[in-house]
């Protein structure tokens, strides 16, 4: 890490117990990549970029309409009608100059998903359908990289964090993909499970507490409660059921 | 033979807004027919006309995932089953 103005900049957390200089330094180091800069990608691409990850890839093709912003903190009045990614790689090099930032507008395709996601220490799941989010998973368990899984609907939320080989991946705990459908939400939602998502990045990252793995929190923001399902690698799975791992 | 099946929030208006309640059965699926015993129009919700889970649920047994189809797992007395949605949005 270099200079006062790092020191500065990031001085709180680096006085956290575990974390110092070199706990920052790996953060500098590391490159991420967020799939979706929506409700869950607004959250967790701001504090990745404001905690120093040294650089982010944001994906979305998606443009910033009305209806997004009671969620995508990301995005305000002004910014109907821009490429999110576009907007959200401005909004975070603003918040974070010392940090690099791409955006990328495509749609994650079976075709492009290890051109786009490839090349990353993690994969970050900001989606919102599982049929993509199964794409991810096919790249993180392929290349052998975490993908830190997070959804939500109406007040509740789901977050796990997935290893390939060590714990089930995506395709392990939701063998069936719903039906699709417009799905309702809070913004206050996918900023409890965005931030934890983000939590077990910078965790990972840094190589400190105990990461929310073989466990899928199960958060209800309606009746304020948090439940843990424990989960277990399936022994047939089409996506990950070849890999040697502790679980088999 | 007595199980406790936390209800999901959307499915407590068909339980006379109950959250936990008390059922019987071998299997997850014995106490799905019971639960809808007990409160008709569950059962409709929760499985599809093949009388298979609807992708929208999961159901878990003491907080542990299922490996298999969660309708073949089998409850001894005293566990708990929840039932939960399986969610996709962001």
Known sequence: ?248 | MSVKVKLHPYLRKFAGGESVVEVSGHTVAECLGDLEAKFPGMKQQLLDEQGKLRSFYDICVNLQSSQTDPLSEPVKDGDELLIITVIAGG
């Open chain 1, 1 to 248: 890490m270099d200079g006062e103005k790092a020191l500065q900049r990031y001085g709180r957390q680096l006085i956290i117990e575990g974390f110092g200089e070199e706990g920052q330094e790996r953060l500098r180091a590391a490159q991420v990549v967020i799939a979706g800069a929506g409700g869950l990608g607004s959250v967790i691409s701001i504090y990745l970029a404001v905690a120093g990850v040294g650089k982010i890839r944001i994906i979305d093709h998606d443009i910033v309409e009305l209806s997004n912003l009671n969620r995508q903190v990301l995005y305000g009045d002004s910014d109907i009608g821009g490429k999110k990614a576009q907007v959200a790689e401005r909004k975070l090099r603003a918040l974070n100059p010392e940090i690099v930032v791409e955006a990328v507008t495509e749609t994650i395709t079976d075709g492009n998903a290890f051109q786009l996601l490839g090349g990353f220490d993690a994969i970050v799941d900001a989606m919102d359908n599982l049929p993509t989010r199964y794409i991810l998973n096919s790249v993180a368990v392929g290349q052998g990289v975490p993908l830190f899984h997070g959804a939500v609907r109406g007040f509740e939320g789901r977050a796990t964090t997935i290893i390939p080989g060590i714990t089930p991946c995506l395709k392990c705990i939701y063998p069936r993909a719903p039906q699709p459908e417009v799905t309702p939400v809070i913004g206050v939602a996918p900023a409890v499970i965005g931030s934890i998502e983000a939590t077990e990045v910078i965790k990972y990252i840094v190589g400190i507490g105990e990461l929310l793995t073989n466990r899928l929190l199960v958060y209800d923001g309606l009746n304020m409660e948090f439940m843990e399902i424990r989960l277990e690698r399936h022994h047939d799975c089409g996506v990950c059921g070849h890999l040697a791992g502790s679980q088999r």
